[in-house]
């Protein structure tokens, strides 16, 4: 089984009190159904995970990102043993400069977060182990597998 690649990209900001923000949207469509999640999606075919992560960006808020203000920040790999169909490979990306104003999308109504009261419980379990660190500048490369319940993480043996 070919193991599909994906993109995301969480966009960040400083408030004028100095506080880190990042723009998140609770899922509308598709995997991940009512979780908050990053900016991303599916490459198409022919496409590296920079031109997936821009056009993602556009489609689901709206935002306008050069190519080269996009950093990379690891890669993730989600496996799903018990349902092998949701496995996938995820190029992280960062990213502090974009032109335009969110809006909503069919995908997402994307939000400001504070970094430090990031939403996990409504997010992925992955999140709470690595994207504190990847926001403030740790790059990721970590395998997380994904137990029965198809939510929460269990540790790799």
């Given at each position: 089984m070919t193991v599909p690649q994906v993109c995301v990209c969480y966009l960040t900001r400083r408030t004028p009190g100095g506080a880190l923000q990042v723009l998140l949207g609770r899922k509308k469509t598709g995997l991940g159904l009512g979780n908050i999640?990053?900016?991303g999606g599916k490459l198409e075919a022919?496409?590296?995970p920079v031109e997936a992560a821009v056009r993602e960006i556009e489609e689901e808020s709206g935002l306008t990102v050069a190519h080269s203000a996009l950093k990379p920040r690891g890669v993730l790999t989600y496996l799903f043993p018990h349902r092998e169909s949701w496995s996938q490979i995820s190029h992280v990306f960062v990213c502090t400069e974009w032109t335009g104003t969110p809006r909503e999308s069919d995908e997402l109504?994307?939000?400001?977060y504070d970094v430090d009261a990031l939403p996990v419980d409504e997010m992925w379990d992955d999140a709470r182990h690595c994207l504190p660190a990847v926001l403030t500048g740790t790059p990721?490369?970590?395998?997380?597998?994904?137990?029965a319940d198809l939510k929460t993480v269990?540790?790799?043996?």
């Open positions: 999640v990053g900016l022919g496409e590296s109504n994307p939000l400001w990721a490369h970590e395998t997380f597998t994904f137990g269990v540790p790799n043996a």
